[in-house]
């Protein structure tokens, strides 16, 4: 049995809980089947069988970095994707974007977009995921199931002697996994609709027609004394950042009279770590190049996806440290992938080099930052796995690019 461990795989960063070192690992504490899924993935009794490729075989390390530096340093310009990993391996690729004039994107930039347009063009009203518990009564779930993709989220948000009084579903079925002892109602309506009637009915606006349980949310929102409207990030649709708008108006509308917070679940993968660190060193989010001439940010044409469809990058590297679930892209250029050991079979092709790398919170230790990016929570590793961290694979690569 291990001592305490923050669990790296998804955003809610849960330290509550212990790792049995079974055969797979397995969650003590908690009947979490994301966390277990993912434990699946290691073997904590022995180091990973894996080895780094140059092309589909078998290399060293110096001479997989030496091809790597020597690929970053041929292309016009490389793309840093992926950034699944933790704080000090995203600070050591920004140095590493900066010593190749590369683009950084993560893999889940696209829903992380949502909420950083409406920050920019609106402001925002949060809270942290310590305040729910204390003092949310209400909590509306717009378009969000937070049991399917965090599933402790309700564990996290709710406890013995919280002051919540009733949760509500907006656009989606009441959440299995929410405790069953609190009240909760949903209220079958597309969030196009329901968010612009919210808005108007709490503003005492007229509104011509209304379904009756919206007319009710909003008397209750009204009257509640803290309110948290929670959105999932990946759930929105493209034009998302609309939605987060309508629901940072709706908030600021009940801020007038009362409290209200939105909360935003998304953040996986080190997406959450990714935008803090790069931010911070940068003052511009994801989506910006890092090139001797300056910095450029373009929140659309920086996209991973699209760079890729235009054909506007000429190398790929690409980092999946958590687990194989993030595979890399398939593209026909030079593709360096700094990855989880199982991720080695699909990284065999020409043109391809494979480091693998150790997992934040399970092979070493790291930090990460929470959904709601105010906290970085410290990663006890569960044991020495023996690999590089991707910030040492990162260092070694400046240090090759001079
Ligand atoms: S909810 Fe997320 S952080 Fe918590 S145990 Fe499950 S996967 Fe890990």
């Not at 809270?127 to 989220?153: H, K, M, N, Q, S």
């Not at 940072?248 to 997406?271: K, V």
């Amino acid at each position: 049995m291990s001592e305490p461990w923050t669990c790296p795989f998804c955003a809610l960063l849960c330290d509550r809980y212990t790792v049995a070192h079974t055969a797979p690992p397995a969650l003590v504490g908690s009947d979490c089947p994301r966390a277990n899924d993912s434990l699946r993935h290691f073997d904590l009794s022995a180091p990973p069988a894996a080895s780094p490729l140059v092309d589909g075989a078998p290399a060293a390390l110096a001479d997989a970095l030496q091809a790597a530096a020597d690929r970053l340093r041929a292309a016009r310009q490389p793309l840093l994707g992926g950034l699944a990993t933790d704080v000090a391996g995203m600070r050591a690729l920004y140095r590493l974007a900066a010593a190749c004039g590369a683009v950084v994107d993560h893999a889940h930039a696209e829903s992380m977009q949502h909420g950083l347009r409406a920050l920019q063009d609106r402001g925002q009203y949060t809270c942290t995921l310590a305040e729910i518990p204390e003092r949310a009564e209400l909590i509306v779930c717009i378009g969000a199931l937070p049991g399917e993709a965090f599933p402790e989220f309700w564990r996290r948000a709710v406890r013995d002697g919280s002051p919540l009084r009733k949760v509500v579903f907006v656009g989606t079925p009441a959440d299995a996994r929410l405790r069953h002892d609190i009240e909760a109602e949903s209220i079958d309506i597309d969030l196009v609709d329901a968010l612009p009637l919210l808005n108007a009915l709490v503003a005492e606006r007229p509104v011509r027609e209304s379904p009756p349980a919206i007319v009710a949310l909003a008397d209750a929102l009204r009257a509640s004394r803290y309110s948290v409207l929670v959105w999932e990030a990946p759930r929105l649709a493209r034009h998302g950042a609309l939605a987060v708008e309508q629901l940072q108006r709706l908030a600021g509308e009940l801020n007038r009279t009362t409290r209200a917070a939105t909360f935003m679940l998304g953040g996986n993968d080190g997406a959450a770590t990714a935008q803090q660190v790069v931010t911070w060193l940068s003052g511009l989010p994801l989506r910006s190049r890092v090139a001797r001439s300056g910095l450029d940010h373009q929140p659309l044409r920086f996209g991973a996806s699209r760079l890729l469809a235009d054909g506007a990058i000429d190398a790929l590297l690409w980092v999946a440290s958590f687990g194989p679930q993030l595979a890399p892209p398939d593209v026909t250029m030079p593709r360096l992938v700094l990855g989880h050991p199982a991720l080695a079979a699909s990284c065999s092709a020409p043109d391809t080099i494979f480091i693998p790398v150790s997992t934040p919170g399970i092979g070493s230790d790291g930090h990460l930052f929470r959904t709601d990016s105010v906290v970085a929570l410290p990663l006890p590793r569960l044991v020495d796995d023996g690999l590089p961290t991707v910030a040492r694979i990162a260092d070694d690569l400046v240090e090759r690019l001079g």
